[in-house]
T-cell receptor
């Protein structure tokens, strides 16, 4: 069974800092990995999707990398802003099956 | 931009009652999913649905649960005889294909069982 772990569980940084969120998974036979943002009591907003054949994806101030063989992904947020405060979830989909396996998330607080 | 919608946003029900959670997936999508998130816990897969039948389900999705696509636009999750531990946020998702390039998730329905 795929286990997805995210470190740290919580992170608090001053505005303007660059930061890295980590995601690790136990089964490297993944089809893709997706990073989501979740605001309190809200749904899941997709941020970046990386296919298993890709090494990284970028969108604005966000950059996600994937090292499939070592079972790791990172989400890099540049020049953090208070509006970035949310919980960030990574989810992986295996080569077989339809479901996403989610991590427990990193709760990010950006202090003005 | 197309989006997945869910109704109601919050449902309160008494233990033992039946509830139906509704979702409208993105119109050209063919695969539909339900996930749930108990407060403070991971988002967990419940079931996937394609071509009017369940394609995959988790061990959570037992006989208490059922899904249906009653018409061309809605996708529903029925929970029979609700229990306190069914209280959670329930997310619907859809995708064009499977494995999908990505999942589009709805805003969720918060179910509270009292």
């Amino acid at each position: 069974k795929q286990e997805v772990t995210q470190i740290p569980a919580a992170l608090s940084v001053p505005e303007g800092e660059n930061l890295v969120l980590n995601c690790s998974f136990t089964d490297s036979a993944i089809y893709n990995l997706q990073w989501f943002r979740q605001d309190p009591g809200k749904g899941l907003t997709s941020l970046l999707l990386i296919q298993s054949s890709q090494r990284e994806q970028t969108s604005g101030r966000l950059n996600a990398s994937l090292d499939k063989s070592s079972g790791r992904s990172t989400l890099y947020i540049a020049a953090s802003q208070p509006g970035d405060s949310a919980t960030y979830l990574c989810a992986v989909r295996l080569d077989t099956g339809n479901q996403f396996y989610f991590g427990t998330g990193t709760s990010l607080t950006v202090i003005p | 931009e197309p989006e997945v919608t869910q109704t109601p946003s919050h449902q309160v029900t008494q233990m033992g009652q039946e509830v139906i959670l509704r979702c409208v997936p993105i119109s050209n999508h063919l695969y539909f999913y339900w996930y749930r998130q108990i407060l403070g816990q991971k988002v967990e897969f419940l079931v996937s649905f394609y071509n009017n039948e369940i394609s995959e389900k988790s061990e959570i999705f037992d006989d208490q649960f059922s899904v249906e696509r009653p018409d061309g636009s809605n996708f529903t999750l029925k929970i029979r005889s609700t229990k306190l531990e069914d209280s959670a946020m329930y997310f619907c998702a859809s995708s064009e294909s499977s494995p999908a390039p990505g999942g589009y998730f709805g805003p969720g329905t918060r179910l509270t069982v009292t």
